[in-house]
């Protein structure tokens, strides 16, 4: 079965993309930061507060793995650290997944998270120099695992139909 699997940094658009990629094309969306909190019982900020950034890796490549091996088409939204934790950068590479990368400049990130931070662990305590100088280091570092995707689409400057549109032409 066919997954298609939306990554890229907080604040590139993943989810609110992949719910408009589901209405037009009728495959149904899954997103991961969802189902762990389902399934953990709490928010993601409460995962971390109460177990740690290491269970939550752990939690989340455990249902990624799960997610990929459903027998259902699915539109698959990862968080924005996915990639870049125990290997999950290898899945993306599967025979039957079109993973693709959202690709999203230093500005368009800081710009879209600065009023839109507290449910994101990482950066919730963070002033706007703080956030901006972190986003721009954590971007370089994750380049690498979030460049392991079969395809990039390009967000910066472009609405969220358009860029269902640019992703319905890379997957054609
Ligand atoms: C994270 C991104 C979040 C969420 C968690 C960790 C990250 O998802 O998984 O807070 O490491 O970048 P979004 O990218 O949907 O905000």
């Known amino acids: 079965m066919k997954k298609i699997v939306l990554l890229g940094y907080m604040g590139c658009g993943k989810s609110t993309i992949a719910q408009n990629l589901s209405k037009i094309t009728n495959i149904p969306f899954l997103d991961l930061d969802k189902i762990i909190e389902e399934r953990a019982k709490m928010s993601i900020n409460e995962i971390f507060e109460k177990h740690g950034e290491i269970y939550f890796r752990k939690l989340e490549h455990e249902i990624f793995v ?11 939204g990862l968080g924005g650290g996915t990639p870049c934790y125990a290997n999950n950068h290898e899945l993306l590479k599967g ?7 959202l690709k999203a400049s230093i500005d368009t990130l800081y710009n879209r998270l600065v009023y839109n931070k507290s449910k994101r662990p990482l950066i919730a305590n963070m002033n706007e120099e703080e956030m901006r100088e972190f986003i721009a280091k954590h971007l370089f570092d994750r380049s690498f695992y979030y460049n392991q995707a079969k395809h990039k689409v390009v967000v910066d400057d472009r609405s969220v139909e358009e860029t269902v549109q640019d992703i319905i032409q890379v997957l054609t």
Do not use: G, T
């Open 66 to 76: 799960e997610l990929l091996q459903s027998d259902e088409n699915n539109i698959i």
């Open 95 to 101: 025979e039957n997944v079109d993973s693709i990368y």
